[in-house]
């Protein structure tokens, strides 16, 4: 994970986390319906963070696939051939 993209993972994440506690201290809700809305709101922070951490972990996928076929390149060009 490159550093401004883990920044921004951990600044989204920090931003959630304040979200959610100004909403708890200011809400002028029931308990049953600030934890229905807490619960909704974590769903949806959840899956934003999976489909983040997905998005990377295709990236990096993606990113060894091309050194791993560079390599062999690099390994084929460097080992002498048998003329037989």
Do not use: C, H
Not at 6 to 21: D, P, Q, S
Not at 55 to 83: F, N, T, Y
Request: charged content about 35%; aromatic content about 4%.
């Amino acid at each position: 994970m490159s550093s401004s993209s883990g920044k921004a993972l951990i600044g989204f994440i920090f931003g959630a986390a304040v979200g959610v506690a100004a909403g708890l201290l200011f809400a002028p809700t029931s308990g049953d319906e600030t934890r229905k809305k807490l619960k909704k709101k974590s769903k949806e922070y959840s899956e934003e963070l999976a489909k983040q951490v997905n998005a990377k972990i295709d990236e990096l996928k993606g990113q060894v696939g091309d050194m791993a076929e560079d390599a062999k390149s690099r390994v084929k060009k460097a080992v002498p051939k048998d003329d037989k």
